[in-house]
Nanobody
Framework: QVQLVESGGGSVQSGGSLRLSCAAS????????MGWYRQAPGKEREGVAA???????SYADSVKGRFTISQDNAKTAVYLQMNSLEPEDTAMYYC??????????????????WGQGTLVTVSS
């Protein structure tokens, strides 16, 4: 069982920045993928960014150029730097983990473990 703990959410004004962090409770010696998803009220959960343990990254078109995903393999941790935030980015953000690599932003069902979520609110 892998537990994920997110942190870093908050409230910012449009154009501001936030950095989300997620730490997994496992030292992953095998290949893995970690991703960030978000879910706004009344909407489906959508993929934002993902990173494999080999460093390969994927981004949703809506965040390309604004968000950056990175990782610390030694800690099995992943980060999401969010710049130029917009009100449309307001959502609960979730960290996800799975064994094995992914080639793109996958449907949420592709991941086996999820964090509790951290709320990001962007005001205009």
């Amino acid at each position: 069982q892998v537990q994920l703990v997110e942190s870093g959410g908050g409230s910012v004004q449009s154009g501001g920045s936030l950095r989300l962090s997620c730490a997994a409770s496992v030292y992953a010696k095998n290949t893995y993928s970690m991703g960030w998803y978000r879910q706004a009220p009344g909407k489906e959960r959508e993929g934002v960014a993902a990173i494999n343990s080999n460093g390969r990254t994927s981004y949703a078109d809506s965040v390309k150029g604004r968000f950056t995903i990175s990782q610390d393999n030694a800690k099995t941790a992943v980060y999401l730097q969010m710049n130029s935030l917009e009100p449309e980015d307001t959502a609960m953000y979730y960290c996800a983990f799975r064994w094995g690599w992914l080639s793109t932003i996958a449907r949420p069902e592709a991941y086996d473990y999820w964090g509790q979520g951290t709320l990001v609110t962007v005001s205009s």
